[in-house]
């Protein structure tokens, strides 16, 4: 069997890459996946998550079977109807404890999509936090700044 590190080498020399991300809404136990990301990789049916054995790294893969380890993509991600979003409590908590984040905070990780390998690779030591508003706040704070500007 093949290493996630063995996967991430081969996956880097070998073919073109695109940016991509991925995001972990860490209190409300939730990950969003960018579905530009989910469309490079060939638009699987289910998708699995590894970890990378150091920790650095997060592999998202096709998956072909149902079980424990995959996440059912919906149709509707890929014709613009719906997000990819997965609730794993346990994958975000392993992510956390490992990157000593706070569960009570959201991240962003940047990563490279492999499409010839039907992979991307997320560098977990990069993440950022991000400022999650709910929307009622976040449309009270436009229309301030709207009348801000205006007065």
């Known amino acids: 069997m093949i290493s996630v590190e063995q996967s991430v080498g081969n996956a880097k ?11 972990f ?12 990301a989910l469309r490079e990789i060939g638009e699987p049916s289910r998708i699995c998550f ?14 072909k079977k149902r079980d424990f380890r995959s996440h059912y993509v919906p149709r509707d991600v890929y014709n613009g109807c719906d997000s990819m979003e997965i609730n794993s409590m346990k994958l975000c908590r392993i992510i956390a404890f490992i990157h000593n984040w706070d569960v009570r905070q ?26 999650v508003m709910n ?16 007065g």
């Open 13 to 23: 020399r070998k073919s073109k890459m695109n940016e991509t991300y991925i995001s």
């Open 25 to 36: 809404y860490l209190r409300y136990n939730r990950i969003h996946v960018f579905t530009n």
């Open 50 to 63: 590894m970890i990378g054995e150091n920790g650095h790294s997060l592999l998202m893969v096709p998956y």
């Open 106 to 131: 959201s991240y962003r990780v940047p990563g490279r999509i492999f499409p010839d390998e039907q992979v991307a690779i997320f560098n977990l030591d990069s993440a950022a936090t991000i400022t």
């Open 135 to 150: 929307n009622y706040r976040s449309r009270m704070l436009l229309s301030d700044q709207v009348t801000d500007d205006k």
